[in-house]
């Protein structure tokens, strides 16, 4: 696991370091930040946006991503509608 992310369970650090890693995007300190600060920003812990993260396929996590499906209460994932967001 890494230090760099204390906030999340160290399988999933780990997890979401070799995600990173397979996209040709290793996660840094910057980066790290950028998604705790989303997800605060969204009302998701921050294991709850990492996991989104990985499973829509993203890269990173932004908070008006997910602005009508917050996850301050439950963990139930949903299924990714590509009309959901406009490009």
Request: overall charge positive; charged content about 30%.
């Amino acid at each position: 696991s890494s230090d760099l992310m204390a906030e999340i369970e160290p399988s999933l650090a780990n997890e979401f370091i070799a995600y990173r890693k397979a996209k040709k995007s290793p996660i840094s300190a910057t980066a790290w930040k950028a998604l705790l600060k989303e997800a605060e920003k969204a009302g998701w812990t921050p294991e709850d946006a990492v996991t989104e993260t990985m499973m829509r396929g993203w890269q990173g996590f932004k908070a008006d991503w997910v602005a009508q499906n917050p996850k301050q209460v439950t963990r139930k994932r949903t299924i990714f509608n590509p009309k959901e967001r406009a490009a």
